[in-house]
Structures are given as structure tokens and as C-alpha cells.
């Protein structure tokens, strides 16, 4: 009863000692402050082993057995029979008049031309003669006579041809008269289908008579012309045999010509020259 009456009495006198104002906690609050805080700063380490390795042993090969193959019967054919045929009946024709075309005519088939190459010319001549000997004081002395010429020739191609002539002067002047004769090679041109231009060049005899100086020569002779085709007888209307046919003078028919010759060519020799212009027939 004592010892209960002293723990009264002990816990009235604490009691007192708070009312008071008296602090029965030792420890302050800054101290239990600072404590906090350490113990959440430090971290005490931790080790950690390294995890031992594991070893995972391959897992072992599963052997699958091929399916066992399956036999399908094929299925058993079906006949299926045919259809019965239908009849249909054709349709009456119906009668329709076609309608009346003449007939177009028939192109005219060209008939061939015959041509062989072969010409043939006739026309009129004035010749020229220069003496070349004047007298002291005076003019040299010209002869001009009019006379005929003949042409024959003939044509290989639209090229080249050959042709030989001859003339002779029927109207005296002065009274010389001159006669000429010779055979030339014929180069050609075609300008069109109906125009050729030709050269002549070869040998020639040319001869004259009268009171003014004689001359009796042979040698060099050259000229050169114009032949142009008159004739109906074009390509568009005819087949010719020839690759040339139908080019500038060489078709069958009628043409005209007109060439001017020097009937002797040598340095210091008189002047004897000639214009000529004709008719000429193709063969």
C-alpha cells in the first residue's frame, strides 16, 4: 500500500513538473532532425554476385514420319446425252434487185513501138568561106553560098550515137562553091522528152571551087545542134524495146533539127564553116 501510494505520488509531482513548463525530453528537435536525414543519405552497399552462367543443352531432333500417301479413286465417268436436234426451218430468201454497174472499160493496152535506132534528115546549108588573104588595103575576101545537106545516122543509146553527112552548095557567090562529106561521133543529152542536144566530132573531106582561093582538105571537123521530136509517138501511149526510147529525139516519127558545123579545123587554115536546119525521120 506504501509502494502504491509513492507511485502516486511520483506521477503527481511529474505531472506538476509539466504543467509547470519543465521538458522531460532530453533530446531536441534538431537532433532527431539531422539523425533523419543521415540515415537517408547513406545507403550502405550492397554486393551482388554475378549470376553463375546457365548451360541449355540443344533440344534433341524430332523425327517426323512422310504421311502415308492416300489413294483417290477417280470418279467413275458420267454420260451425259446429247440433245435432240432442233429443226429450224430456213427463211424465205427475200428477193432484192441489185442495183445495174457498168462495167468500167478497159485501160487501152499500149501497143509497142518499133524503133530500131536509124535516122534520117534532109535540110538546107549556108556555108561560110574565109580566105584568110587580104590583099594590101582591102578586106579579106568572104565566100557565103546556100546549098543542101544530108544526115544519117544512128543512135545506141540516149547518150552516143554516130552520123554521117554531106553537103554541097548550089548558089555561087563570088564564084566559089564548096562540097563537104564526113563521118562524126554523136554525143547526146536528153533535155526533155522531146528535146536532145548532140555534138559531132571526126574527120572530114571539104572542097572548094570559084576565082577565090582553092582549098581540097581533109581533117578535123566538129559542131553541134538541137534535135527536137515533132511526133505523136510519146512513152505514156507506147512500150518501147529500148531503156532510151522515148527521149528526146530518138522515138519513131518526125522531128526537126538545127546544128551549126566547122567543116575543117587547122591553125592558120581558111575559115569554112556551116548552118544547117531540116526535118529528120526516126526509124
Not at 432484192?96 to 468500167?104: E, R
Not at 493496152?109 to 590583099?135: F, H, K, Q
Not at 566547122?262 to 526516126?282: C, E, N, Q
Amino acid at each position: 500500500m506504501k509502494r502504491i501510494n509513492l507511485s502516486i505520488m511520483a506521477l503527481l509531482a511529474c505531472s506538476n513538473l509539466a504543467m509547470a513548463g519543465g521538458d522531460i525530453a532530453p533530446i531536441s528537435y534538431y537532433e532527431t532532425g539531422d539523425f533523419q536525414v543521415a540515415k537517408e543519405v547513406y545507403v550502405e552497399p550492397v554486393y551482388v554476385a554475378p549470376a553463375e552462367p546457365v548451360y541449355i543443352a540443344p533440344a534433341e531432333p524430332v523425327y517426323i514420319a512422310p504421311a502415308e500417301p492416300v489413294y483417290v479413286a477417280p470418279a467413275e465417268p458420267v454420260y451425259v446425252a446429247p440433245a435432240e436436234p432442233v429443226y429450224i426451218a430456213p427463211a424465205q430468201p427475200v428477193l432484192v434487185p441489185a442495183p445495174i454497174v457498168k462495167a468500167p472499160k478497159p485501160a487501152p493496152i499500149p501497143e509497142r513501138a518499133s524503133v530500131s535506132g536509124m535516122y534520117a534528115g534532109l535540110g538546107i546549108v549556108a556555108a561560110r568561106y574565109d580566105t584568110n588573104c587580104a590583099s594590101t588595103g582591102a578586106k579579106a575576101p568572104v565566100d557565103k553560098t546556100v546549098g543542101v545537106m544530108g544526115r544519117v545516122g544512128y543512135d545506141f543509146n540516149k547518150y552516143v550515137g554516130v552520123e554521117a553527112r554531106a553537103m554541097i552548095s548550089s548558089l555561087k557567090g563570088n564564084g566559089g562553091k564548096v562540097k563537104h562529106v564526113g563521118a562524126f561521133v554523136k554525143p547526146m543529152v536528153p533535155l526533155s522528152d522531146a528535146v536532145n542536144a548532140y555534138g559531132l566530132v571526126g574527120i572530114a573531106k571539104t572542097t572548094t571551087r570559084g576565082s577565090l582561093r582553092h582549098a581540097n582538105v581533109t581533117g578535123l571537123a566538129f559542131g553541134g545542134g538541137l534535135e527536137y521530136d515533132v511526133s505523136s509517138d510519146h512513152e505514156k501511149n507506147a512500150r518501147y524495146g529500148r531503156e532510151f526510147d522515148g527521149k528526146g529525139d530518138q522515138e519513131k516519127g518526125l522531128g526537126v533539127f538545127a546544128d551549126y558545123e566547122r567543116l575543117y579545123y587547122k591553125k592558120g587554115s581558111p575559115d569554112l564553116d556551116a548552118i544547117s536546119a531540116g526535118v529528120t525521120y526516126d526509124f
